[in-house]
Structure formats: C-alpha cells, structure tokens
C-alpha cells in the first residue's frame, strides 16, 4: 500500500511538470488555435537561462527566476511577431509547419552556443524530507506541485476576471469582430505568447531543480507529453491542461512501477491516439459543432 | 686489368652490401601513434608523456639488450586516416613496435597495416571489442592492455559477491547502448554463478531509456523488492548520477550500495546526484587509481608527477604498462625482429604492471586485476584491487 501512495506521489511530480508545461500550450492553443510545438523548447531555454544567471551571473534564486520567466517572455513575443503574426491569413498547416521548424531553431541554437555536454542545475534548494503513513514527500516535489497548481488558479483568474483575459476570449472567438469591438488582436496575442513563455520557463526551472539535468533536447520528450496531456484534459481549457497533465504523470508512473519504463511512452502515446478516436474534445471539452 | 679492377669493384660493393645488412641499428625505435591534437588529445597526450617517462626510465638503466630506446612521434590528431598513414611512416622508419592509438577508431584503422607490414601495435586504451579483431579472427599483430567493458561486468559482480558480500542484488541499464546492455548480461550471469542472486524487476534486469530522467517510479519499485545488498547501475554518469540522487530519497535506498562500470568516474556524477552528499557507498571500477598503496605504483605516481607535471591518470598508466610490456618482449625475444617481438608479447604472463598484473586471452585482450574506487561524500576514499 505505501508502495502504492509513493507512486502516486511521483505520478503527482512529473505530472505537476507536465501540467506546468501544458499550461501554455493550451493558453496559446485556446487564443490562436495554433499548436506551439517549439513549447518544450521554449521551456528548455528558460531552464538555460535560469541555470546562467545562477552561475554565471551569481544571481540570488528568485531574481534568477524572474530573469528567466522576463526573457524567456521576451523569446516568446520575438518568435510570435517574427515567426507566426506573417502567417496569421495562412493555412493552419504553414503555421504548424512554421512552429516545427522554430522548435528545431531553438534546439539547434542552444547547442551551437552550450555544446552537447550535460549541465546540472545549481542545486539551490536544500532538498528536505518528509515522511508521513510510509510515504516520502520532498521539499521540491511540493514546491512543484503547488506552484503549478497556484499558477492555474492565477491563470483562470486572468483568462476569466480581467480586462486583458475578456480580450483574449473574445479574440479566440473571433478576431474580426474582436477588432471591430476595439480589441487590439495583435497585442493580445502577444501578450498570451508572453505569459505562456513566462510559464514555460518557469516549469523549466522547476524540471532544473528537480532533475538537475540539462541539455539542449531536454524539451523534446516532456513538450510531447505536455501536449498529450493538453491534449487528454481538453486542450484550451485551463483546468484540463492541469488535470490532463497529472493524469499523464499518474498513468506513466504506474506503467513504470508495475509494468516497465520501456513501455510507459507507448502507453502514453497510445492513450492520445484513443482520445483522438473517441473523445476528441478531451476530458473537459465540449463538442462543439462548426459552423460553415 | 680492366676486368680485374671491375671484379674488385663488384667484390667491394658486394660486400658493402653485406656490411650494410649485417649493421645492427645502434637503437631500438618505437612508435608512438596518438592524438597529440585535436578533440581526444586529453587522451593521446598523457600517454605520450607516460611513454616518454618509461624510456627515460629503461634506457636510464641502461637500455634493452644493452641498446637505448628510442621514441618515433607521430600525431594522428584523432583522424582515422591520419593515423594509417603514420603506421606506414613508422614502418618506413624501421620500428620494432608501435604504440597507438588512444582511441578505438584510429587504432581500428591501424589494424589492417599492422597485419599487412607484420608489425606489432599495441594500444593503451581502445576499448572496441573490435580492435583486435581482424574480421571473425584476431589480429596476430594487435594487442592492448586496458580491459573490455564488459569484462567490468564480471570484475564487478566478483567485487559484489566476495567484497561486498551481497547476496541479492538488483540490476538496472539503459536498453539503448551496448555498454549498457552487455554489463548488465555479465554483471547477472556472473554473481549467479557466484552464488548470488539476482532479483527481478520485470525481467532479469530493469532498463530504462536513454532518454529517461524520472527514475523515482522504478526505484520505488525496486525498493519495494525487499532487502537486497547491491544496486548495479550499467551506465554512464549521465544517467548513473540522477539514479543514485533518486535513489537516495527513496525509503529503503538511502544506504544501499550502488556499484557501476568506468563510466561513473566523471566530474559531472556528484552534480546530477544532486550534490555530493548523496554520493556515497558508491563503487566503480577502473583501470587506475592513484589511490592505490603499492610501492611500484607510487614509484611510478612519483616519478610521472615529477616528469609531467600533474598526477597520472588511467590512460597514463596503460601506455607506461604497454611500454614495459614491450620492452620485456623485445627483452625475451633477444632480437628487434618485429615478428619475434610479436610472439613474446604474446606469451607475455603475470606482467607485473602499475596498472595491474597482466597475461593476454586468446583474442590479444588482457586478462587481468581491475581497480574498484570507492566514493565517500562523492570523494574518491578507496581503492580495491579485484582480481577477474
């Protein structure tokens, strides 16, 4: 039974990085109906430049993690206006296409200026314990947790209570109209490219503290299963992208636990193709039909 | 007259010929066939410098068979091509041996000219299974005197077993390399022939992705397991370090000994266990240890620190072994002949070296000590020779 509740708690951590992660790929999905597959790249080079200003800059940790949360933002808005805003009368495709090969930019810069070495990320936490009912809970296990959930609930607040998330709504309804009521689109967009980078980032300083690995492909495997979780919970409905991605978290660490890590993508991979098939609009969507 | 005089001429030139034939060189010449430059040259330089020390140490004492020694350099710079071309340099230049190259690539090049030319090369460190292979069969004229990975697998299940006197032990490795998966293979055959047994996590070893960095599920599981005395981890520190920091936080792991091949010795270990202080009851094995309290490698850790400038490493160690494993063959054999050289290396058994005491198995690989380091607070405290 203890064994039990521990893998729930490390299906809890991994899917608190997920969900973290999948925050904002369903922001931006939810705005401009664009999969941002350069997402988990996004996140990757906030890691970097969490662990830089830390190392090299001597940064105190929470300025480091403003740091990394502003430029990454700032990565984010570049990409949007340089990369996706020419492409906003295109296809979907194209924009897709585009996001892929931004994905494969980034990756591929980050190596050229750190090399393919591993780094670690400063340890700068002191990991601490804490044993309840036979089940062992790290310091930053919560701090993960929590600061995924509280960012959701900040998140919801903005999309629901504010000038700024009205906006955002009414451009993902439609952005002629939107304009027409006196909504600056582009900078709302923007604005949600942003933010969702700012929480890349900061998941990616979280993933640094608790995995300390970092390398310039770091962001591949967790921005795939981030979307499948976007994916899974509903992608563009903030709650979803939470409960999507701890449930991802949960289902991989028991395939690990019980079955075997080699099959636990697999399974992951496989419940995205269900949820294609059966439910497309996720656990939290609701089939909504197009009108032509 | 005429044709005395072009009698005599022949006569004479005949029998300069034959001078010149039957003229010793006044020297013995060997090859040195490293990356000097280039992106290995961390590990072509220290074996020229131990090479350097061992020839200044032997022609010091009076050379081999009364001859000095003498070192033919070449750098290959890492370039497979570069260094097939250096072995025929050396060729030319009449070596009785060659000692080369640091790495497996350039020294699997070196194989086919070796084998053409009948000259003996003997490599301190290519570890390729391949490099002294020429196809299905060994090369009769490659040799090398650092061990397989794989044979790290049997030294270590030994460790384990008689050391350690573990019982149970549990298996993880990465499913994606062949390091990985043929220590693993070794390590479980070997401590079950030992006595030991092996406890099963889905299989007879638990693997893992390379691509993996969440951990903590498997090890709860293996921890879940029950009592066992040893953790075999079949990889590189990449891995191998967030493995042992995970494992550290997990009920039941946080004392258990976690034992792994060469591929842990890397500075970047302690930091991916998240610090050192989870780095400790922590074994690998190698080919040298500094740590190591035997006269002879503490003359030769004396004597290399002098003439280098810096502390022996491994890869030191192997080359000076390589060198005085060459010169105790041109020794026995009583000759330079290339050929004659070769068959006495062959023989060579129980060669007393700094790097452990050496005879060749039937594939030119050597069979001989590894060194277990252990780690304390991720410090290297300890150093056990392990016989296979």
């Known amino acids: 039974m203890s064994q039990f509740l521990q893998q729930v708690i490390n299906g809890l951590s991994i899917g608190s990085v997920y969900a973290l992660i999948a925050l904002g790929y369903t922001m931006v999905y939810g705005i401009i109906k664009l999969i941002n597959f350069a997402h988990g790249d996004i996140f990757m080079f906030g890691t970097y430049v969490g662990m830089l200003s830390i190392t090299v800059l001597h940064l105190p940790f929470p300025i480091a993690f403003i740091v990394a949360m502003a430029v990454t933002a700032l990565l984010g808005v570049i990409i949007e206006r340089v990369a996706y805003k020419p492409l906003r009368k295109s296809t979907k495709t194209a924009a897709l296409i585009t996001a892929i090969g931004v994905s494969f930019l980034i990756q591929n810069s980050v190596l050229a200026v750190m090399g393919a070495n591993i780094d670690a990320f400063p340890q700068v936490i002191e990991n601490r314990y804490y044993d309840f009912l036979g089940v062992r809970v790290n310091l930053i296990q919560m701090i993960i947790f929590f600061t995924s959930i509280s960012l959701m609930f900040i998140l919801q607040f903005i999309v629901r209570k504010t000038k700024l998330g009205r906006a955002m709504r009414s451009v993902a309804v439609d952005k002629d109209a939107s304009a027409l009521m006196g909504v600056n689109v582009d900078n709302t967009i923007t604005i949600t490219f942003a933010i969702g980078s700012a929480l890349a980032a900061a998941a990616g300083i979280m993933v640094g503290l608790y995995y300390i690995k970092v390398y310039p492909f770091m962001g591949f495997a967790p921005g795939l299963k981030a979307f499948v979780a976007a994916v899974f919970g509903g992608i563009g409905i903030i709650p979803g992208a939470m409960i999507g991605g701890f449930s991802i978290g949960l289902i991989e660490t028991m395939v690990a636990g019980y079955g075997s890590t080699l099959y636990k993508d697999a399974v992951v991979y496989g419940i995205l193709i269900l949820i294609l098939l059966v439910k497309p609009s996720g656990l939290l969507g609701k089939n909504v039909k197009e009108k032509v | ?388």
């Not at chain 2, 292979?133 to 030994?158: K, S």
């Open chain 2, 1 to 388: 007259m005429k044709k005395l005089l072009s009698i005599l001429a022949i006569t004479l030139l005949a029998l300069s010929g034959l001078t010149a034939c039957s003229t010793t060189p006044k020297t013995i010449k060997i090859g040195l066939n490293l990356e000097l430059t280039g992106e290995v040259s961390v590990y072509g330089v220290p074996e020229k410098l131990a090479a350097q020390l061992a020839v200044d140490e032997i022609n010091a004492a009076g050379g081999i068979n009364g001859k000095d020694v003498e070192l033919v350099i070449y750098d290959n710079a890492y370039d497979s091509a570069k260094a097939v071309e250096n072995a025929q340099k050396l060729v030319e230049d009449g070596v009785v041996a060659m000692l080369g190259s640091a790495t497996s690539a350039p020294t699997l090049a070196i194989g086919p000219v070796a084998l053409e030319n009948q000259v003996l090369t003997i490599t301190p460190s290519g570890s390729n299974a391949k490099v002294t292979m020429n196809g299905d069969v060994v090369n009769p004229y490659v040799f090398r005197a650092c061990f397989i990975d794989p044979f790290q697998g049997l030294v270590l299940a030994n460790f384990a077993y008689d050391n350690l006197s573990a019982k149970k032990a549990v298996v993880m490795g990465s499913n994606s390399s062949d390091y990985a998966k043929d220590l693993a293979k070794i390590f479980g055959d070997q401590f079950t022939a030992n006595g030991g047994e092996v406890l099963q996590v889905g299989g007879d070893v638990s693997w893992y992705a390379d691509a993996d960095t969440d951990f903590s599920a498997q090890l709860t599981s293996i921890a879940a397991l029950g009592d066992f005395d040893v953790l075999f981890v079949a990889d590189y520190a990449a891995r191998a370090g967030l493995i042992i920091g995970q494992a550290r936080a997990i009920p039941g792991l946080e004392n258990v000994a976690i034992i792994g091949p060469d591929g842990f010795e890397s500075p970047s270990l302690n930091d991916l266990a998240g610090g050192a202080a989870n780095v400790n009851n922590v074994y690998f094995s190698t080919h040298f240890s500094t740590l190591l309290t035997d006269t002879k490698v503490q003359t030769f850790i004396d004597n290399y620190t002098a003439a280098a400038g810096e502390a022996p490493s491994a890869l030191s160690a192997l080359a000076y072994d390589s060198m005085y494993m060459l010169f105790a063959a041109i020794k026995t054999a009583n000759s330079t002949d290339p050929v004659k050289v070769r068959d006495a290396l062959e023989a060579t058994t129980a060669f007393a070296g700094v790097s452990g005491t050496i005879s060749f198995d039937e594939f030119h690989n050597p069979i001989k000590s590894a060194i277990v380091v252990k780690l304390t607070d991720g410090l290297q405290t300890e150093a056990i020779v392990v016989n296979p």
